[in-house]
């Protein structure tokens, strides 16, 4: 039955019936992916220069920050700090991994510590009723490996953490209310159970200069994304347009994954650079925690969509060796009853270079 407890170890066997009909779905798309990164290695440009920066990224995603109807729901806010290292920091035996993973390239290692808070619909019910989404915060710490070239980045990530009340969603959140003078939620009591929680993601961008507009620069950002772990098990294909001045300074603007994300990474070629952007994706989706509920033990849940399309624009600006990027995102919903129609949330990130 959909929104009700699920009886013990199912949600394992979902899982993994899951996975196998996702891998179905997308081993057209993986191949694909497989074939064009062998291609982007053989015709490989110079190695790019050392960059002796470091950088730090602070992001923040919320739902109130739309023109929808239905605010403060869902995904409600996804709060990250990110570290990234400069290029000569990386320890010889992560850059012989890297090498096994992608080649020559440009390297650096990252992490990042991310809170990500989900809520029903009906926030003034003690219970949610079957078919809203649960209550639930998601607290992770992430290590990534980074390698660039001219012309692509790719990323490799492991995140650990933990799902339910030791995320601290609620304090977070009714905290906040305390500050601007808003209720509380009431239903955090019903929020899914402690958990650890281990992600795996892999993704690849390829940077495509289309020309001159005016004589502005474009290009186009093709991505592919794959995940798995109990968090989330999902592939993601889909592109960034681009128009401004100094796109080869990075890769498009950061998001908290799931979705485009270009990463924090970026090396000033101008005095001044900007874009605005925009883009889209879509996902197949065969795990998702916050959707499908605990995985060791009883709880809510609620039957999720297999594919989620995104899509998102902005606009991001670098100056004195910061980078600051606006990205509104309208997404279509996860689950079978969900309210609202699309789901939109903005996503606001500043990344300095020290």
């Given at each position: 039955m959909k929104g009700v407890p699920r009886a013990p170890g199912s949600g394992y066997s979902c899982v993994m019936a899951g996975v196998e009909i996702a891998m179905r779905r997308v081993s057209r798309i993986g191949l694909a992916a497989l074939a064009v990164s062998a291609a982007s290695i053989s015709v490989m440009a110079a190695p790019l220069p050392p960059d002796p920066a470091a950088i730090w990224t602070l992001q923040d995603e919320n739902s109130t920050i739309s023109s929808a109807k239905v605010t403060d729901r869902y995904y409600t806010n996804g709060l990250r700090l990110g570290y990234t290292s400069p290029t000569d920091a990386m320890p010889d035996a992560l850059n012989g991994v890297a090498d096994k993973l992608w080649g020559p390239g440009q390297r650096r290692w990252s992490f990042n510590l991310s809170q990500q808070i989900y809520t029903p619909f009906n926030t003034a019910a003690q219970i949610p009723p079957a078919g809203d989404?649960?209550?639930?915060?998601?607290?992770m710490g992430s290590f990534g490996l980074n390698s660039d070239t001219e012309t692509s980045r790719s990323h490799f990530g492991l995140g650990l953490g933990v799902i339910g009340p030791a995320a601290m969603?609620?304090?977070?959140?009714?905290?906040?209310?305390?500050?601007?003078?808003?209720?509380?939620?009431?239903?955090?009591?019903?929020?899914?159970?402690?958990?650890?929680?281990?992600?795996?993601?892999?993704?690849?961008?390829?940077?495509?200069?289309?020309?001159?507009?005016?004589?502005?620069?474009?290009?186009?950002?093709?991505?592919?994304?794959?995940?798995?772990?109990?968090?989330?098990?999902?592939?993601?294909?889909?592109?960034?347009?681009?128009?401004?001045?100094?796109?080869?300074?990075?890769?498009?603007?950061?998001?908290?994954r799931p979705g485009l994300s270009g990463g924090d990474a970026f090396v000033p070629t101008h005095d001044f650079g900007w874009y605005v952007f925009v883009g889209a994706d879509g996902q197949a989706v065969a795990h998702d925690i916050t959707l499908d509920g605990d995985v060791f033990s009883k709880g809510p849940s609620v039957r999720k969509?297999?594919?989620?399309?995104?899509?998102?624009?902005?606009?991001?600006?670098?100056?004195?060796?910061?980078?600051?990027?606006y990205t509104h995102v309208v997404q279509s919903t996860e689950f079978k009853?969900?309210?609202?129609?699309?789901?939109?949330?903005?996503?606001?990130?500043?990344?300095?270079?020290?």
């Open positions: 989404m649960p209550y639930s915060g998601l607290l969603g609620e304090q977070v959140q009714n905290g906040f209310h305390d500050l601007i003078g808003q209720g509380h939620n009431n239903g955090w009591g019903s929020q899914l159970k402690n958990e650890p929680v281990i992600q795996f993601t892999s993704s690849r961008i390829w940077r495509l200069p289309i020309g001159t507009l005016g004589g502005l620069e474009t290009d186009v950002l093709p991505e592919l994304t794959a995940g798995a772990g109990s968090v989330r098990i999902y592939a993601l294909t889909g592109l960034t347009l681009r128009l401004g001045q100094g796109l080869t300074a990075d890769f498009g603007p950061a998001r908290v969509q297999p594919f989620v399309g995104e899509g998102q624009g902005g606009l991001a600006v670098m100056l004195y060796g910061a980078r600051l990027a009853q969900q309210k609202g129609g699309f789901h939109q949330f903005g996503s606001l990130s500043l990344s300095l270079r020290f």
